[in-house]
Structure formats: C-alpha cells, structure tokens
C-alpha cells in the first residue's frame, strides 16, 4: 500500500488547484483522474473553455450580420466542423499547461484511473491501494439527463457531447433550460444561425438574478428572434418536431432536429462505493458536506460541484483556498460562506452579480438600501445602443451616506462582467462609496456608470443646509 500526506480525486477546477497548493507545500500528494485525455475536467473540457469560445465566434457572427443596417452584405453559413476544430485548438493551448505529464513534471504523483473506496481511509485504483492522512474528493458534476419520449429520432446534445458531435449547425434546436448554460448556448447557437427554443420549467431565465434582469434578456432574446416557452416542459420528439406543455397553451408542436439538455447537474457520486468509506449522501442524493467541507467521514473533504452547492470554476477555486486555510490553521476554522461569491452570464448582454442575493440578506436579517440605476442617460450606452441596461447595488443601512459600503451588486449589459469588478473591490476592501464618488473616470468609459450610480445614492441624500452652506462660503469669498 503507498501511503500520502494528500490524496486528491478528480483533476478539474478543484482538483488541480488541491494538488498544485499540496505540492507547493511539499506534501507526498497523488492525483487521481479517471479520464486521462481531459485533464481539466468541465471547465477546460466541456464548460467554460469551449462555451466561451463559442460564444466569441458567435457574437462576431451577430457583429457582422448587425453592420448590414450600414451596407456591409454578408453571406454563408456557420461552418461547424471549422468551428469546433478552432475550439479544440484553443483547448489545446490550455489544456498543456495541466496534463498528467505537466503535473509529473511539478512532483505531483498522478495516476489515470477510476478511485474506489476500499476503506475509511483507503482507495483502490488500478488494482493497487492508496492511503493519506486527507483524501479531497473532487469528482465534478454532470448533466442531469432527462428520459423524453421519442428522444432517439431527434440528435440529443449534452455539453459533454455539443463540443464535439454537433459538426453540422441544427436548423430548428430546442434547448431545454433556461439557467446559464441554456441561455449562453441558446443564443450562441442562434447568432450562429440555428431557429432556437429555450423550453424552461421555470417562470423565467436565469431565475437567480432580479426578476428586472430576467426580463431584460428575454427581451433581447425575443429581439434576436429566439423562441422562450416558460413554465414549459418538452413532452416528445416525433415526425421532425418536439411537442412543448405548458401551463398556458395546449401542446405546441415546434420543428426540432436537434436538442441540447441543459436542465442542471447532478453531483457525481456512482461507482465509488461510498458505504465502504462511511461518506452519506443525503435525501436529494448529494454528498452531506458541513461548512468546513467535511462529509460525514472526518478524513473525506469534498471541493468543488461535488460539494453540490454554488457551481463554479472560481467557486472550487475559493473552496480550495477555504480549505487550506483550515487546514494549516485548525484553531479558528472558517466556515464557507458564499458572501463574496460573484458569477457572470456570458450572454449579450452579460449579467453580472456579487454578493449575498437580495432574497439571501433578508434571510439573514441584513438591513439594506437597495438602490437601481438605468443607462438611459449614459453616453457610452447611448451611442452604442445599451441603454437597456440595469444596475442595483444593494448598500448597508447603517453608515452615513458617503461611509456606506456596498454588500452586493447586479448588473446586466455588454460586459458587465468587467465593469462590476472595481465595485467588488470596493465591496471587498470595505471601502466607502464617495471613494469612487472622488475618482475621475476617463470619459467615456462604460464603467462611469458606476460612478452615476454612487453619485445617484449621494444625491438623493444631499442635505439642503450643505448647500445653504456652500452658497454662503462661495458670497463670503467671491
Ligand atoms: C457549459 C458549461 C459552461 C460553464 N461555464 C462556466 C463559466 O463560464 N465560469 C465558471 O466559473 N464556471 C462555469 N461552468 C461550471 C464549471 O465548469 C464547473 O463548476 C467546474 O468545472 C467544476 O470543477 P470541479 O473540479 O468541481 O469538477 P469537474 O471539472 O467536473 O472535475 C471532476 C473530475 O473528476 C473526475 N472523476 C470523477 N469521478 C472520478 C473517480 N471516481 N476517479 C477518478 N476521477 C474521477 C472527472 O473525470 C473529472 O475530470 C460551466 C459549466 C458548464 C457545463
Ligand atoms: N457563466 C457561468 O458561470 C456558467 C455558465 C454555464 C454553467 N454554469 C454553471 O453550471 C450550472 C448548471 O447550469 P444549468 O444551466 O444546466 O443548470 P441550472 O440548474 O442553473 O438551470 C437549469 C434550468 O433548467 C430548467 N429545467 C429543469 N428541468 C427542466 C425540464 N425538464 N424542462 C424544462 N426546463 C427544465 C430549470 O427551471 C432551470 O431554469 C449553473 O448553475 C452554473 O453554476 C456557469
């Protein structure tokens, strides 16, 4: 039996960023992965990495087809063979940096095969049987598939299987889901040229965002001529077309020769024989994990989508960083909390947010002031047609104006991913709002929409005898 310090299973987000921080440190670390051509896991594999790339060729598809109001003619068809090889190649630039060879390299022991459970605190790969003083399970999610009659008449697409099958773009797709990957995917493939359904269970798209930020995109989604059938499910594929129930109308026999099923994951738990290791799952099938990340099995840690909560790149990025804060200071264990969580859409228009969601810090019983900021009258938004946009920041209701700091932030409109990230700073830092009130934005850059907002919150307050002051100081001098 080989013994480690660290045994970490999986080799994506969380799994590589375990291994790296175990091997900085000098401990005996074993990565295991079961797929030895994806090292990476989702997010360099199948999630991130490609969805990000395919959404870039397909807005530059939009650009060009939206220049034609200015005499540019386009013509052709998206050539998905070309789009997908382009894809793999980026893929490859990353994926280098993170095969089992890259990480040999760096010291870490790495072995290509399936971990079981054997023991408490011993796991069989390949036949041969490892043990450590922590085992970090880091084993991902997957898509949740659903059984719908008829499925095998129509061409059934996964993002485990999109970014490599689907060489010929659909002409009718139907996307079941409206969360991220729904929406990313569903409009990325209508910019490339596919008719697209979203078909949502729920009452709207991306229902963790505002209901305003929900409505906002469907309005550019039904602009670009995307279809979005709401508490909607598909009942079957039959004869070329899906049938779609909803609450509203009677079934709706859409055409469809392709389906993508994002309709959420499911945490990883199969084959790994979990009773031998003493690891619970709960009523829903998830890992039981405490807030220091522990499973029921006080060895076992889990990181990452297998934690089943917040799924994420950089939230198994901030779950490692968590857990090895505890680990190297026991005494004063910090618990996991999702305050300083932030997530972006990559949609077009992207939705941005960080912090607690309003419906988190009523639950908590933080007092807040919500405060919501239009683009109607922002320059850059106005000559390059964003005006739709929509920030809210909710501040803390104790401080005086100008002190207030900023608890969480939301915002949708082209790149709102980068243009909230100096207010979570301030967020971050604890810095108080007329700080950002001081600065001088170049203009007219889109972030000086942030600084109408705060000087909105400011203005609001502005007391009459501040004025009253300034006017008598100004008659004194002058
Ligand atoms: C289409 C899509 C787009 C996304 N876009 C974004 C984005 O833009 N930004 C963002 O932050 N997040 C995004 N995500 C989410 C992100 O990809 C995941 O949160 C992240 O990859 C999770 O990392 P992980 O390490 O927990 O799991 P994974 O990446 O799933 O890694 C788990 C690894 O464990 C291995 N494994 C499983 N069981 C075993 C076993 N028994 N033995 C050995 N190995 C095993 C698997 O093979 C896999 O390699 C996206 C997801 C999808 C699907
Ligand atoms: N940019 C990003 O950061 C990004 C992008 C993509 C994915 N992700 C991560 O991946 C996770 C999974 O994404 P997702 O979009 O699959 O899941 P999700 O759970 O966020 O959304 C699933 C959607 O499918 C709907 N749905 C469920 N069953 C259905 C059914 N039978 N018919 C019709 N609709 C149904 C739900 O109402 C919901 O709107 C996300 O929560 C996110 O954490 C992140």
């Known amino acids: 039996m080989k013994k480690y310090d660290v045994i970490v299973i999986g080799a994506g987000s969380a799994g590589l960023g375990n291994s790296g921080v175990a091997n900085v440190l000098g401990l005996k670390t074993l990565l295991i992965e079961k797929d030895g051509d994806n090292f990476g896991g989702d997010c360099t594999n199948f999630g991130c990495v490609p969805s990000k790339a395919l959404i870039h060729i397909a807005?530059?598809?939009?650009?060009?087809?939206?220049?034609?109001?200015?005499?540019?003619?386009?013509s052709g068809k998206a050539d998905m063979g070309r789009i997908?090889?382009?894809?793999?190649?980026?893929?490859t630039f990353i994926k280098d940096t993170e095969d089992a060879a890259a990480l040999r390299k760096k010291g870490i022991d790495v072995v290509i095969g399936e971990a079981v459970f054997d023991s408490r605190d011993t796991l069989k790969v390949n036949g041969e049987t490892h043990t450590a003083r922590i085992i970090l399970l880091c084993t991902g999610s997957s898509p949740r598939m659903l059984d719908i009659e008829g499925m095998d008449s129509v061409d059934v697409y996964t993002n485990e299987t999109i970014f490599f099958d689907c060489r010929k773009l659909p002409e009718n797709l139907v996307v079941?889901?409206?969360?991220?990957?729904?929406?990313?995917?569903?409009?990325?493939?209508?910019?490339?040229?596919?008719?697209?359904?979203?078909?949502?269970?729920?009452?709207?798209?991306?229902?963790?965002?505002?209901?305003?930020?929900?409505?906002?995109?469907?309005?550019?989604?039904?602009?670009?001529?995307?279809?979005?059938s709401s508490h909607a499910e598909v009942q079957f594929f039959k004869d070329g077309k899906a049938g779609i129930a909803s609450k509203e109308k009677d079934i709706l026999e859409i055409p469809c020769d392709a389906v993508l099923i994002s309709a959420g994951r499911t945490v990883n738990t199969?084959?790994?024989?979990?009773?031998?290791?003493?690891?619970?799952?709960?009523?829903?099938?998830?890992?039981?994990?405490?807030?220091?990340?522990?499973?029921t099995n006080k060895k076992v840690y889990v990181i990452g989508d297998a934690a089943g909560s917040y799924m994420f790149s950089?939230?198994?990025?901030?779950?490692?960083?968590?857990?090895?804060?505890?680990?190297?200071?026991?005494?004063f264990k910090k618990k996991n909390t999702w305050n300083d969580l932030s997530w972006v859409t990559f949609t077009d228009p992207q939705v941005a947010h960080f912090g607690l969601t309003e419906d988190r810090l009523q639950e908590r019983g933080v007092e807040f002031q919500r405060h919501d900021q239009s683009f109607l009258h922002d320059d850059r938004a106005i000559v390059e047609e964003y005006t739709y946009g929509q920030m809210s920041l909710?501040?803390?209701?104790?401080?005086?104006?100008?002190?207030?700091?900023?608890?969480s932030g939301s915002m949708i409109a082209p790149h709102a991913g980068e243009l909230v990230q100096e207010l979570e700073l301030a967020k971050h830092a604890n810095i108080p709002i007329s700080e950002l009130n001081d600065r001088v934005y170049p203009y007219p850059v889109a972030a000086r929409i942030n600084q109408k907002t705060i000087r909105g919150i400011l203005e609001k307050t502005r007391k009459l005898w501040k004025l009253k002051l300034a006017r008598m100081v100004f008659r004194w001098f002058h």
Not at 59 to 74: D, I, M, Y
Not at 84 to 91: G, K, N, S, T
Not at 314 to 319: I, N, P, S
Request: charged share 30%; aromatic share 6%.
């Open 176 to 228: 079941i889901g409206g969360g991220p990957i729904g929406c990313e995917l569903g409009q990325a493939f209508s910019r490339l040229g596919s008719k697209v359904t979203i078909v949502n269970r729920g009452d709207r798209l991306l229902n963790k965002e505002p209901e305003k930020v929900s409505e906002i995109l469907e309005t550019r989604f039904k602009e670009e001529g995307i279809q979005i």
């Open 84 to 91: 997908l090889d382009h894809i793999h190649q980026m893929q």
């Open 314 to 331: 950089h939230g198994a990025e901030k779950m490692v960083r968590q857990l090895w804060r505890n680990l190297l200071v026991p005494i």
């Open 59 to 74: 807005n530059q598809f939009h650009q060009a087809k939206s220049a034609e109001r200015f005499g540019l003619k386009t």
């Open 270 to 295: 199969k084959g790994m024989d979990f009773d031998a290791a003493g690891i619970e799952l709960t009523e829903k099938g998830k890992i039981k994990v405490d807030e220091y990340l522990q499973s």
């Open 394 to 407: 909710w501040l803390d209701n104790s401080n005086s104006t100008g002190s207030k700091k900023i608890l």
